[in-house]
């Protein structure tokens, strides 16, 4: 029996086209929690950029990709954080070669500068742009939970090659996400889990992006939305409708959830 869903905002709870969440979704998820079901949320978003979904009774919150998990009455169940080696390889690479990096910390999510692709990605996902800041006196003064490189992937992998201890996702073409190597969206589901007294096999998990396969992938059911890629699709149980195409609300009927 499903005890317990866990659900990617962008792509996923969230439409790209109308950054709302559809009303299939809201009355599916409704009826879930009605019948009993956790809910809770499983995004690489800031906390405080998830008001989009705050109309929404979640159980809790996996945000950052895992790197920072709170309960819906602000306990925290989960924090990571940077070493001091890999963030000073970082900021040595940003003498030499700058590009744009936005730092999470608990207080919320700032950034070195502001170009194009940083405007691209707030306005894709319809979030305010990071707060411009000193990062490397941030990230002296205040945990850094995860970055957001505004690279391709060339340069990407130049970064996390050169930083060391850490891992890449991408869900987008824009940006990668960056966390600490022992930290993504499937560690975020064990803590909450754990937390609340259920088992991996009383969960199922919904995804569509790159940061979501690992998640897929440790649910007891992994669910990939009708707009995720192939690799995406592979790390699923089960393959659902588009986001406005009613996929959440399809998918829980399927399985007899709702």
């Given at each position: 029996?499903?005890?317990?869903?866990?659900?990617?905002?962008?792509?996923?709870?969230?439409?790209?086209?109308?950054?709302?969440?559809?009303?299939?979704?809201?009355?599916?998820?409704?009826?879930?929690?009605?019948?009993?079901?956790?809910?809770?949320?499983?995004?690489?978003?800031?906390i405080?950029?998830?008001?989009?979904?705050?109309?929404?009774?979640?159980?809790?919150?996996i945000?950052?990709?895992?790197?920072?998990?709170?309960?819906?009455d602000?306990?925290?169940?989960?924090?990571?954080?940077?070493?001091?080696?890999?963030?000073?390889?970082?900021?040595?690479?940003?003498?030499?070669?700058?590009?744009?990096?936005?730092?999470?910390?608990?207080?919320?999510?700032?950034?070195?500068?502001?170009?194009?692709?940083?405007?691209?990605?707030?306005?894709?996902?319809?979030?305010?742009?990071?707060?411009?800041?000193?990062?490397?006196?941030?990230?002296?003064?205040?945990?850094?939970?995860?970055?957001?490189?505004?690279?391709?992937?060339?340069?990407?992998?130049?970064?996390?090659?050169?930083?060391?201890?850490?891992?890449?996702?991408?869900?987008?073409?824009?940006?990668?996400?960056?966390?600490?190597?022992?930290?993504?969206?499937?560690?975020?589901?064990e803590?909450?889990?754990?937390?609340?007294g259920?088992?991996?096999?009383?969960?199922?998990?919904?995804?569509?992006?790159?940061?979501?396969?690992?998640?897929?992938?440790?649910?007891?059911?992994?669910i990939?939305?009708?707009?995720?890629?192939?690799?995406?699709?592979?790390?699923?149980d089960?393959?659902?409708?588009?986001?406005?195409?009613?996929?959440?609300?399809?998918?829980?009927?399927?399985?007899?959830?709702?």
């Amino acid at each position: 029996m499903i005890k317990a869903l866990f659900f990617d905002i962008d792509g996923t709870l969230l439409s790209f086209d109308t950054h709302t969440v559809p009303d299939s979704t809201l009355l599916a998820l409704h009826t879930a929690s009605e019948r009993g079901v956790r809910l809770f949320v499983a995004t690489g978003r800031h906390i405080t950029n998830t008001e989009c979904v705050s109309h929404i009774n979640f159980d809790g919150y996996i945000t950052a990709n895992g790197g920072y998990c709170i309960t819906s009455d602000n306990e925290t169940v989960h924090k990571s954080r940077f070493s001091r080696r890999s963030l000073d390889a970082l900021f040595a690479m940003l003498r030499t070669e700058p590009f744009p990096v936005a730092m999470m910390t608990e207080r919320g999510w700032f950034c070195n500068m502001v170009t194009d692709k940083v405007e691209a990605l707030s306005s894709m996902v319809s979030i305010d742009i990071p707060q411009v800041t000193d990062i490397e006196h941030l990230s002296r003064t205040e945990d850094i939970i995860e970055m957001c490189l505004y690279v391709d992937e060339e340069q990407e992998k130049r970064i996390v090659s050169t930083m060391g201890d850490c891992v890449s996702s991408r869900w987008n073409p824009i940006t990668a996400d960056l966390n600490p190597s022992d930290t993504d969206k499937a560690v975020g589901i064990e803590k909450m889990l754990t937390h609340f007294g259920l088992d991996r096999g009383e969960s199922m998990a919904f995804g569509d992006g790159g940061n979501d396969i690992s998640m897929l992938r440790y649910a007891g059911t992994g669910i990939a939305m009708g707009s995720a890629s192939e690799q995406v699709r592979k790390a699923a149980d089960y393959v659902t409708d588009e986001v406005d195409r009613d996929g959440i609300c399809k998918a829980l009927k399927h399985f007899n959830i709702i």
